[in-house]
């Protein structure tokens, strides 16, 4: 029986590597890259064109601050494009046809391609300034290139507030070179929220004696103020995908729950009313579910559940962590941003739902709140006060690098940012 | 009755039962330090004594092989130093059959030793010995000692040079029989080793060695080894993989929109042991020319890769990388 065995053994061997020689090879899974952006050349003729360069600086800081390229001028190029080792990604040239007003034609090329990807003429005129041809550009780049929406004309709503001063909503143009302030009462003003048509924005009106919500125009600077019944008090809302209601936080005898705001009607619908506090809540774009914010399964340990309005059922998607919030629903409704709070800092996540995975953005001994969404789903914006106090970055939805969007004093702290749609 | 004890008694009660629970484990465990078991046994090989002429009479009775025979017929006498049999006992798997005599319809008996060859050459091999025919052939009739006579080659007379030994007439029987033969020959371990001047690489088949290190044993010709490509088992491979990952997530590069993406490169390349790079192609695209450009530049840059595990035996190997983007690091 042992002289059977060990035949059986021994002839297995032999067989076994004579038949692999001719069989399959083995294959290993290579799945974590470096981060590298594309390469991009841009050229213009003549080279020192005036208003050609300031929009050609306009095209490069927007295009940069998506953080998929870096943009090379011609005469300043790096040695590895000189010595034609990594051909440019992709090249853009510009030809000036007119001054006064500008008038410039473009063409964007692919790596190694001898046909267009895009062209076409831009041209100054009374609405279009050399900085929304600049932009114009950077979005057509965007689009031609990798084939999403491009944000440099995308405008970012957030808290403001100076030192001992009263919080303001302010806007930010993408590139963070342009402010405004955008509320002008004399409360103090916090958690803005843009309509899905970035037609209007809702933020909360706090002054000594109540708390009200203010709907406000994005290209206006009066507001209209929505009341409530006594004895509740709004906590900030957000507006529904077809923007005729809000879903607000309302606070009664020291209970938040969550109600649906008909503006037409006036009427208040209770979405989620649960003996514990229930807040930050954000409809998909599809306005079948609700994300919101609750601490009922252990009291002031916040989690983050999702609210189906078809089934009315309740699920809860966090359960790491003692401090989960802020959740706000991607664009294309498959993924949640929200803050958690780890080893005693709030670091940025990402929850995709198809998978159930989250994906930690934000790492750092320092804290990273209040994320939202660009409107192509590409990059987030959120506060951080890595230098200090708090003030905002934007980075992608992947993580890596975090860009400082504003430019504003080291005195003044921004909180609370939203992206326009 | 049941016992009514105060309460804080429970605890103490409990406390005081793990502290004698404790004391027990002690001593069990002093003792066993005292007096550890035998971690390993301790296995002696007959092939590693070397058996003096004076002892061979003695150490072979306590040989289950031999404890059939008769103590007066179990050696041929020899003088020292003379035969092979005395200088080549540690090269034979057993000690306890004489060099092979047979007798011949002459009546001579003839020992097939040649000079510069160990018994255990001389001897038949494995397959030899425990078939029956071979075994009935070589089983010698036991000659008394006193009529018997040998001479013994000397070192340089021909190879080929058989011994004529002149022995009277045989009437003894066989002393132990064949189905003994066989049973001692499995249930002795060495007698089921493999001859080690074979050309092949040693294979040792005892089942226990099998069991314990099992391993696969190439058996393929010299000349075909770099021609051929084997694979990694899976410690390797996994070993391997880790390498690799450590090494592309340095070198390989890809543009952010490709993050997250379930696009997919495979490319095909051969390595020599030492990781040089000699071959390699792009087998199948991901359909993006991004991602495609991105694996082709890396291929383009690289000479060489992690080196191939120490175990692995090939000195070539081709492989498959599958590139997927699917995390990616900053």
Known sequence: MHRLIILILFFSWVSYPVSLDAGPIDYFDITRPKFKPLPVVIRMNPANHLQGLYVQSVFQSNLEQTLFFRVYEENSLPESLIKGNEPPAFTMNLQILEQNPLKFRFELFGREQETALASGELKEDEKTDLRKLGLQMANTFIKNSLGFRGI??????????????????MLSSYDGTHQQRFSYNLGSNNYASWAFDNQNLLYTTFTRSKVQVAIQPSKRLRAS??????????????????????????????????????????????????????????????????????????????????????????????????????????????QIIYEGKRKGYFQIFKYTLSTNRHLQLTFGRFNSE????????????????????SKLFLTSVHGGRMIRLTTNPKSVIETNPVWSK | MMLQLPIWRYPA??????????????????????????????????????LSPTEIPEKSQSASAISAVPKKQEMVPQEEGKTEFQT????????????????????????????????????????????????????????????????????????????????????????????????????????????????????????????????????????NKEQQNMRLDSLESEAYLQDLNHFFTQHWEVPLHLAESELTVVVRIRIDKEGRIQKSKIETSSGNAELDHSVSRLLKNLQSLPSLPYSYLGHIYEFGIKFTPRDLQF
């Open chain 2, 88 to 223: 080549k006992t540690k090269e034979l798997p057993t000690v306890i059959i004489p060099p092979a005599k047979t007798q011949n319809p002459e009546g001579k008996i003839e020992t097939m030793v040649e000079v510069g060859k160990t018994e255990a050459n001389a001897l038949p091999n494995k397959e030899e010995q425990i078939t029956l025919e071979n075994v009935r052939t070589f089983l010698p009739v036991m000659i008394p000692e006193q009529e018997l006579t040998e001479r013994v080659l000397e070192p340089g007379s021909s190879p080929s040079q058989l011994e004529e030994i002149t022995i009277p007439e045989i009437t003894s029987k066989p002393v132990f029989s064949l189905d003994d033969v066989l049973q001692d020959t499995r249930s002795f371990r060495s007698q089921t080793d493999w001859d080690e001047n074979s050309e092949e690489q040693k294979v040792s088949s005892s089942l226990g060695d099998l069991l314990t290190g099992i391993r696969m044993i190439r058996l393929s010709a010299k000349e």
């Open chain 1, 152 to 169: 440099a004309q995308s405008r970012i709503a957030y808290t403001s507030q100076k030192k001992n001063g009263r919080k303001n909503i």
């Open chain 1, 225 to 334: 103020i929505l009341s409530f019944p006594e004895g509740t008090q709004p906590q900030g809302g957000t507006w529904s995908p077809r923007g005729d209601s809000i879903l607000i936080t309302l606070m009664t005898k020291g209970n938040s729950d969550i109600y649906n705001y008909h503006l037409k009607t006036r009427k208040l619908d209770r979405i989620i009313a649960w003996k514990s506090l229930e807040t930050s809540p954000s409809w998909s774009k599809d306005a079948s579910s609700i994300v919101f914010v609750s601490d009922s399964v252990r009291f002031q340990q916040p989690q983050i559940y999702i609210h189906d309005t078809k089934t009315k059922k309740t699920r809860r998607i966090t359960f790491r962590g003692k401090y989960n919030s802020s959740p706000r629903w991607s664009p294309d409704g498959t």
């Open chain 2, 13 to 50: 009660v409990v406390i005081f039962s793990l502290g004698l629970h404790g004391i027990l484990l002690l001593i069990i465990f002093s003792e066993y330090r005292r007096n550890p078991p035998p971690s390993q046994i301790e296995w002696f090989d007959l092939r590693e004594m070397t």
């Open chain 1, 370 to 389: 209040k994320p939202d969404w660009s409107p192509n789903g590409k990059q987030i914006v959120f506060s951080s006060n890595r230098d200090g106090l």
